[in-house]
């Protein structure tokens, strides 16, 4: 960091996202919720020919990217809005909602690029601890803010509400209210029917997860015309390249694909986790792509970690207090789940 920074950031400000090493490397990837599958064949043949046309600017509200999701959701082009990401779209919320010291809400744990965001935009971040087993408590709704963040599935616990217990639970709260469903597709239920009857709630997803496209960067958000026109008065002139409006469009269209994905998770999901609970292990009730799971008394996280490591399997630790006695486990194959649970169940304490 140089002297210029904002000092207001801090030295040793940043979003630490997963361990990311080279392809070439040999890792079995299960910290950073990637689709175990490829993406759709068709994306490889629809980038390339967009390659072709990169000459030109893309569209600047991603078409027509935006209206096949619209008519993936049923609702209206002009109530979506595409980015670089879900990232990027939560970004926007901060940009479009918050302005320098307002109260942005969101819970405690969940996703930890907010409390960066909050940081970067000079707003007040307040984190509300969830209860035991995920319920949404009464103080994350009542109260001031601008905006108010859930991610449901959460991460990295695997939590799921049910959209109508969020609903009752977020009845009479202020501000926009940006549900982040960037793991829905593993979860029984969206949100997004009950947006028509909520124009203060956005409904965010990404592609990165059930459609296997985490290195094309595409996530969108839906909600009532008028909150998704403040997410492009403040989005990047272009947000999503040729390439990536292109291979997005690809995907969405092979619904096939898209099933066997989510197929894949939620049977690899359930003999993990099964496996685990026989090993000894806690594990958190997950509707996500991953498992949260905490070794029996006399082992370590941290050593299961190194285990892993030490076999060329990454998995998420954080090292939060609340979080540290687990592993976040992305669900992988078949041959990926093997693989985790010979190297745990060799574990001797
Ligand atoms: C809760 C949550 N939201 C958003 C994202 C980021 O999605 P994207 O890859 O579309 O930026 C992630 C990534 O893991 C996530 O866990």
Redo the contacts with the bound molecule.
């Keep these: 960091m140089s002297k210029y920074l904002r000092a207001s950031l801090g030295n040793d400000f940043g979003y630490t996202p997963?361990e990311q090493p080279s392809d070439a490397e040999g890792w079995l990837k299960l910290n950073?919720?990637e689709s175990p599958l490829p993406p759709s064949a068709g994306v490889a043949a629809a980038v390339a020919q967009a390659a072709g046309e990169l000459a030109r600017y893309p569209s600047p509200v991603a078409e027509p990217l935006r209206s096949a999701l619209a008519h993936m959701h049923g609702v209206k082009p002009e109530q979506v809005f595409v980015a670089?990401?879900?990232?990027?779209?939560?970004d926007c919320c901060f940009r479009a909602f918050a302005s320098p010291g307002d109260p942005v809400v969101r819970t405690d744990p969940?996703?930890s690029?907010l409390p960066v965001l909050a940081a970067l935009f000079s707003v007040r971040d307040v984190p509300v601890p969830i209860d035991v087993g995920g319920a949404l408590p009464r103080d994350f709704a009542t109260g001031s803010a601008v905006l108010r963040v859930v991610?449901n599935p959460?991460?990295?616990t695997g939590h799921w509400i049910e959209p109508e217990t969020l609903e009752a639970a977020l009845h009479d709260a202020m501000g926009v209210i940006a549900i982040?469903e960037?793991?829905c597709d593993f979860a029984p239920a969206s949100c997004v029917p009950l947006l028509a009857s909520h124009p203060s709630w956005l409904v965010?997803?990404?592609?990165?997860?059930s459609h296997a496209l985490?290195g094309l960067?595409?996530?969108y958000a839906l909600g009532d015309r008028a909150v998704i026109a403040d997410l492009n008065a403040v989005r990047d002139s272009y947000p999503v390249d040729r390439c990536a409006i292109a291979g997005a469009v690809a995907a969405l269209e092979d619904r096939e694909h898209h099933q066997l994905i989510v197929d894949t998770v939620l049977r690899e999901r359930a003999r993990m986790g099964d496996r685990l609970i026989a090993l000894g292990w806690t594990v958190e009730p997950s509707q996500a792509n991953f498992v949260f799971a905490s070794p029996p008394d006399g082992i370590r996280a941290a050593t299961v970690a190194a285990r892993l490591r030490a076999a060329r399997i990454l998995v998420r630790h954080f090292t939060l207090p609340g979080l540290d006695a687990a592993l976040r486990i992305t669900v992988g194959d078949g041959p990926a789940t093997d693989r985790v649970l010979a190297v745990i169940s060799s574990l001797d304490g």
């Design positions: 997963g950073s919720n670089n990401g879900a990232d990027q779209v939560l969940g996703y690029l991610v959460n991460s990295p982040d960037a793991y965010i997803r990404t592609l990165s997860k985490a960067r595409v996530g």
